[in-house]
């Protein structure tokens, strides 16, 4: 799962043939997604929409092709997926509920 507030800044991946100082930028980016994951069991974001889906780009990448967005404006708001629903906590990290 990788957890993102609205912001101005945003990670692309680079496409195939693409130069090796343009690899190496990206291999900062993937790092720098990667620093912001959090593993889940499937079950708790089995029933996922759109909006949690990662960008087209981020699926020819073995390391974000499975990542789950939960994206919010508020890191502190709960995101639902079917019965469960997460939210980041300041003290605890990730809480989740199930219905």
Known sequence: MFSHASSPGSHTIPASGASSSVLRRCDGAVRTILKH???VP???VA???REHHAPAAWHKHALL???VLLPSA????ATQFGRHSLR???SLGLVHQAD
């Open 37 to 39: 994951t959090l593993p």
């Open 42 to 44: 499937a079950a708790w």
């Open 47 to 49: 029933d996922r929409r």
């Open 65 to 67: 092709a499975d990542l």
């Open 74 to 77: 508020d890191p502190a708001a």
């Open 88 to 90: 980041l906590d300041p």
